[in-house]
């Protein structure tokens, strides 16, 4: 089978699951709008995230994929497995070491964090977010090691094992929140929260079975002076620096967010989740298909196969995101109407929910490549170039957030995300092509401006029968699910006739991906 059919295969079974995953997770947070709605026990629940989280990204979720992966990799691909497997166990060692010292400090100081964090929330709110805090912070612990286990699988190019992992995370979620859900007791939330640890330990025994079927070797050691070691610890260096320095837009984010009017930052949250909705489904889907032949591709130096790669990966992700990000602004009432609207979240929450959402939908698909190209470099084992250029991106965020919060509200901290995805991007663009020289721009140029004349059109079509039905069927709940349900059919059908017409080679490669999977099936 050929590296663009492998890649191909597993990009379909990774969308396929994360499309479950995705569907779970936003189950999940309708079931809490339903609960609890848009008020400030959501608002707490979304903020108790940010201190595991942190915790989490500055010491393994960068590092796998730009450190860790890369170096594991090359030992597989140069035939030298055993000394690969003894890097992975001081990698794990360490890291499990590292974690659990941030994860005691993190119990103790939580309330100093929560205060620094979201000085906007009444006393109640913020015992509550720090109550919620406390069960969460198990979370990171867990999910270093089914990011390890992941991470390894995926260097041997196994994909279904952590991508079944994350359906069961949101399924053990909505279980336990629905399970001890109290719409009258706020701290009955701590069921989602709760949900949230055991799910993440589910991910990773998941995955377990078959890493031993992949001849796994554990060594319960430290070698800091193995070079493989010192090679992630020098690779990881810029991108802990990355992600503590990200921290600043996240807690400006909060912090101005908590000022706001009540439930904001829930409505910032939901509407950051349909955001990342299509990025998680096929942009970071292809993304981690694409990374072991990147990886293969850059350690055996074939240049052009790289190029090649990566210019079909960043071409398709437009093809299928710019259309997605184009519906949803036209669609963006009936989509949170059908989503969040019922029990305690009601028609005006929705209003408020559609103005972040309206310019989160600006930068999909340029967050979308953002999760393609910093792989480019952490494949030729270059961790500082994406950082430094990350860095410059997060200061354009924070200074878009405090010149358009006053005069957007949560639009405003929304659009500073999206100009920033965007100045991210651009930044990147620019140096890989300095940096290879080419990086098959007018094809992805070409392939853009396709795809926008054709989403504009499609657009027109849209809106036309999103108003008409509208009309008839009105704004209730059976309404929109209608209106969102026929705008999607004729938006798909409009942009696939389209883009038939204009030959584009990215509709053929998609149709033909379909056509196979049907006779598959």
């Given at each position: 089978?050929?590296?663009?059919?492998?890649?191909?295969?597993?990009?379909?079974?990774?969308?396929?699951?994360?499309?479950?995953s995705?569907?779970?997770?936003?189950l999940?947070e309708?079931l809490?709008?339903?609960?609890f709605?848009?008020?400030?026990?959501?608002?707490?629940?979304?903020?108790?995230?940010?201190?595991?989280?942190?915790?989490?990204?500055?010491?393994?979720g960068?590092?796998?994929?730009?450190?860790f992966?890369?170096?594991?990799?090359?030992?597989?691909?140069?035939?030298?497995?055993?000394?690969?497997?003894?890097?992975?166990?001081?990698?794990?060692?360490?890291?499990?070491?590292?974690?659990?010292?941030?994860?005691?400090?993190?119990?103790?100081?939580?309330?100093?964090?929560?205060?620094?964090?979201?000085?906007?929330?009444?006393?109640?709110?913020?015992?509550?977010?720090?109550?919620?805090?406390?069960?969460?912070l198990?979370?990171?612990?867990?999910?270093?090691l089914?990011?390890?286990?992941?991470?390894?699988l995926?260097?041997?190019?196994?994909f279904?094992?952590?991508?079944?992992?994350?359906?069961?995370?949101?399924?053990?979620v909505?279980?336990?929140g629905?399970?001890?859900?109290?719409?009258?007791?706020?701290?009955?939330?701590?069921?989602?929260?709760?949900?949230?640890?055991?799910?993440?330990?589910?991910?990773?025994?998941?995955?377990?079975?078959?890493?031993?079927?992949q001849?796994?070797?554990?060594?319960p050691?430290?070698?800091?002076?193995?070079?493989?070691v010192?090679?992630?610890a020098?690779?990881?260096?810029?991108?802990?620096?990355?992600?503590?320095?990200?921290?600043?837009?996240v807690?400006?984010?909060?912090?101005?967010?908590?000022?706001?009017?009540?439930?904001?930052?829930?409505?910032i949250?939901?509407?950051?989740?349909?955001?990342?909705?299509?990025?998680?489904?096929?942009?970071?889907?292809?993304a981690?298909?694409?990374f072991?032949t990147?990886?293969?591709?850059?350690?055996?130096?074939?240049?052009?196969?790289?190029?090649?790669?990566?210019?079909?990966?960043?071409?398709?992700?437009?093809?299928?995101?710019?259309?997605?990000?184009?519906?949803?602004?036209?669609?963006r009432?009936?989509?949170?109407?059908?989503?969040?609207?019922?029990?305690?979240?009601?028609?005006?929450?929705?209003?408020?929910?559609?103005?972040?959402?309206?310019?989160?939908?600006?930068?999909?698909?340029?967050?979308?490549?953002?999760?393609?190209?910093?792989r480019?470099?952490?494949?030729?084992?270059?961790?500082?170039?994406?950082?430094?250029?990350?860095?410059i991106?997060?200061a354009?965020?924070?200074?878009f957030?405090f010149?358009?919060?006053?005069p957007?509200q949560?639009?405003?901290l929304?659009?500073?995300?999206?100009?920033?995805?965007?100045?991210n991007m651009?930044?990147l663009?620019?140096?890989l092509?300095r940096?290879?020289?080419?990086?098959?721009?007018w094809?992805?140029?070409?392939?853009?401006?396709?795809t926008?004349?054709?989403?504009?059109?499609m657009?027109?079509?849209?809106?036309?029968?999103?108003?008409?039905?509208?009309?008839?069927?009105?704004?209730?709940?059976?309404?929109?699910?209608?209106?969102l349900?026929?705008?999607?059919?004729?938006?798909?059908?409009?942009?696939?006739?389209i883009?038939?017409?204009?030959?584009?080679?990215?509709?053929?490669?998609?149709?033909?991906l379909?056509?196979?999977?049907?006779?598959r099936?």
């Amino acid at each position: 089978m050929s590296g663009t059919r492998t890649v191909a295969k597993a990009a379909g079974l990774l969308m396929l699951t994360q499309l479950a995953s995705r569907i779970l997770g936003f189950l999940r947070e309708s079931l809490m709008a339903n609960f609890f709605g848009k008020t400030n026990v959501t608002d707490a629940y979304q903020t108790a995230f940010i201190l595991p989280d942190l915790i989490y990204w500055l010491l393994v979720g960068g590092v796998l994929s730009s450190a860790f992966i890369p170096v594991f990799s090359e030992y597989i691909h140069k035939g030298n497995e055993d000394e690969g497997w003894r890097v992975a166990s001081s990698f794990i060692n360490i890291i499990i070491l590292l974690l659990s010292s941030l994860v005691i400090l993190a119990l103790i100081f939580a309330p100093q964090f929560i205060r620094l964090q979201v000085p906007g929330f009444t006393a109640d709110t913020q015992a509550l977010t720090v109550h919620l805090t406390r069960i969460i912070l198990i979370q990171p612990l867990l999910l270093a090691l089914s990011g390890i286990t992941m991470g390894i699988l995926n260097s041997y190019k196994i994909f279904w094992p952590s991508a079944l992992g994350t359906v069961l995370y949101n399924a053990s979620v909505i279980v336990f929140g629905v399970l001890l859900a109290r719409p009258d007791e706020p701290e009955s939330i701590s069921g989602f929260a709760i949900g949230v640890v055991v799910g993440a330990l589910l991910n990773f025994l998941v995955q377990v079975p078959a890493l031993r079927r992949q001849g796994l070797r554990y060594y319960p050691i430290i070698d800091w002076r193995h070079p493989g070691v010192r090679k992630i610890a020098l690779l990881a260096i810029p991108i802990i620096l990355s992600y503590s320095l990200n921290q600043i837009q996240v807690i400006v984010n909060s912090n101005l967010g908590s000022h706001l009017i009540e439930g904001s930052l829930t409505a910032i949250w939901y509407s950051y989740r349909l955001y990342q909705l299509p990025v998680g489904i096929f942009a970071l889907a292809i993304a981690v298909a694409v990374f072991p032949t990147l990886n293969e591709q850059a350690t055996l130096q074939k240049w052009q196969d790289f190029i090649q790669t990566s210019s079909q990966a960043v071409r398709t992700v437009i093809y299928i995101t710019l259309p997605i990000s184009v519906g949803m602004i036209v669609l963006r009432y009936p989509l949170i109407r059908v989503l969040f609207e019922h029990g305690e979240f009601t028609p005006a929450d929705t209003v408020a929910t559609t103005i972040p959402l309206l310019f989160f939908a600006v930068g999909i698909s340029a967050q979308s490549v953002i999760q393609i190209l910093p792989r480019m470099f952490y494949s030729l084992q270059d961790t500082w170039t994406p950082v430094i250029l990350g860095i410059i991106s997060m200061a354009a965020n924070v200074a878009f957030m405090f010149l358009l919060v006053k005069p957007l509200q949560t639009g405003g901290l929304a659009l500073a995300t999206s100009l920033a995805a965007f100045v991210n991007m651009i930044l990147l663009l620019y140096v890989l092509r300095r940096r290879l020289k080419t990086i098959d721009g007018w094809r992805m140029l070409t392939t853009t401006f396709k795809t926008l004349l054709a989403s504009g059109i499609m657009a027109v079509g849209v809106w036309l029968v999103e108003g008409g039905l509208t009309s008839l069927v009105g704004v209730g709940k059976f309404g929109s699910i209608i209106v969102l349900l026929a705008g999607t059919l004729v938006g798909m059908l409009i942009f696939g006739i389209i883009t038939k017409i204009m030959n584009m080679e990215e509709y053929n490669q998609t149709m033909g991906l379909v056509r196979t999977r049907l006779k598959r099936g």
